[in-house]
């Protein structure tokens, strides 16, 4: 069964950092893709950022203040997220898919419960 787990996910003020980190158990962690999309009130989730083992690729809105990473002996990855500003006030999710190519479409097989990043100005 595979699982993913996110946490550090808080309130922080605009112009802070947070980092979250998403366990992901029950697949070969190595030879997947993995993404951090988030979900705003009121509207779709939206891709942040993705890696694969070889690669690297972020939204605009997150392009250089956002870095995805992976630990792939410990299956975490992780989204450090500097200089926040309101704006990216949102649930964010983790997921995972059997892949080479870090998607950015929601295409994803496997998706953790979301944690609540809130950035207040």
């Known amino acids: 069964q595979v699982q993913l787990v996110e946490s550090g996910g808080g309130l922080v003020q605009a112009g802070g950092s947070l980092k979250l980190s998403c366990v992901v158990s029950g697949r070969t962690f190595s030879r997947n893709a993995v993404a951090w999309f988030r979900q705003a009130p009121g509207k779709e989730r939206e891709f942040v950022a993705a890696a694969s083992d070889s690669s690297k690729v972020y939204a605009d809105s997150v392009k250089g203040r956002f870095t995805i990473s992976r630990d792939n002996a410990k299956n975490t990855v992780y989204l450090q997220m500097d200089s926040l500003k309101p704006e990216d006030t949102a649930v964010y999710y983790c997921?995972?898919?059997?892949?080479?190519?870090?998607?950015?479409?929601?295409?994803?097989?496997?998706w953790g419960q979301g944690t609540q990043v809130t950035v207040s100005s």
């Open positions: 997921a995972a898919r059997r892949a080479t190519f870090p998607y950015t479409t929601r295409d994803y097989d496997d």
